[in-house]
C-alpha cells in the first residue's frame, strides 16, 4: 500500500460527490456536510437518514453513476461498491479529471482515504492506518474519545503492531467472500492478539483472530447487530455486580 501524505482539507462551498445512497454514504455526507461541503449523491435510492440530511443542503441525483458525472468534483466518494465495473469506470474517470477519488474498503482505487477523527472544539486528531483497517482506525478514534468498549492493557499506539495482522485476516474474508458487521471486528480486537505478536506468535494471533471473526459469518445476530459487541457495553448481571 502507498504511503499516504496525511492532510486536512477546507472543503467550504466545494461539490464533494458521494456515488450510492446507503449507510457507508450517509456517514460520509454527513461528515462532509459538518464542514461546510456541498454534497451531491449519485445514487437511485438513499436511506431514510440520508434523504432527510439532504433536504437541509447538499442535492440527490436519483440515478445510477454516469461518465462525466465528476465533472467540477474537488473529491469523489464511491459508497456502494458492489459493482465493479461502476467502481472501474468512476476510477478510470477521477484519474482523467485528477479528481482525489476514495472507494469504500477498496484501497488499491484509492488516492485518499479517509482517517478515524475526534474533535474537540478547534482540535482536531485524524488517525490513519494507510487503509490497511478500517477497524483498527476506528478502535484508535473510540479510545481517543475514550467510548470504547473493549478495555485494553496498552496504550495507544500499541494497537499499531496489530495493523499487518488486520489487513492480512482483512484479505482472508475478502477471499472467502465473507462480510461482516463492523462492531464485530471491534469486539476481536483484544489484548491477547496483541501479547501474541509481541511474543513472536504471529501465525497464532492470525489462527485466533480468524477464528474469532469467523464467528461472526454465521452467528445468527440480527441484520446490523452483534451480540458479541452488545455483550461489551452490558452491565455485569446483578449477582456479579461489585
Known amino acids: 500500500m502507498p504511503p499516504y501524505y496525511p492532510v486536512f482539507l477546507d472543503v467550504r462551498g466545494r461539490r464533494c460527490v458521494i456515488i450510492g445512497g446507503n449507510r457507508v454514504a450517509e456517514e460520509k455526507a454527513a461528515r462532509l456536510m459538518e464542514y461546510g461541503a456541498h454534497v451531491a449523491v449519485i445514487s437511485p435510492k438513499l436511506t431514510g437518514g440520508l434523504a432527510s440530511m439532504l433536504e437541509g443542503g447538499g442535492s440527490w441525483i436519483p440515478r445510477g453513476y454516469e461518465a462525466g458525472d465528476l465533472e467540477g468534483a474537488f473529491i469523489a466518494i464511491v459508497s456502494d461498491t458492489r459493482d465493479d465495473h461502476v467502481n472501474r469506470a468512476v476510477s478510470l474517470e477521477a484519474r482523467e479529471r485528477n479528481v482525489p477519488l476514495n472507494v469504500a474498503d477498496v484501497t488499491e482505487m484509492c488516492t485518499w482515504i479517509a482517517p478515524a477523527v475526534v474533535r474537540r472544539g478547534d482540535v482536531v486528531v485524524a488517525a490513519s492506518t494507510g487503509g490497511a483497517s478500517p477497524a ?13 468498549r473493549v478495555e485494553t492493557r496498552y496504550d495507544l499506539m500499541a494497537l499499531a503492531d496489530l495493523a499487518p495482522l488486520l489487513s ?26 496483541i501479547d501474541l505478536i509481541r511474543a513472536g ?22 441484520a446490523g447487530v452483534c451480540r458479541m459487541w452488545e455483550d461489551l457495553g452490558a452491565p455485569p448481571p446483578a449477582s456479579q455486580a461489585p
Open 201 to 222: 506468535s504471529a501465525k497464532e494471533a492470525s489462527e485466533r483472530l480468524i477464528s474469532n471473526l469467523m464467528t461472526g459469518a454465521d452467528c445468527g445476530c440480527p
Open 136 to 148: 483498527l482506525a476506528r478502535r484508535f478514534r473510540e479510545q481517543l474519545n475514550k467510548t470504547n
Open 168 to 193: 492480512d485476516a482483512r484479505r482472508e474474508l475478502a477471499r472467502r467472500g465473507v462480510r461482516l458487521n463492523p462492531d464485530h471486528w471491534q469486539a476481536c480486537l483484544t489484548d491477547d492478539l
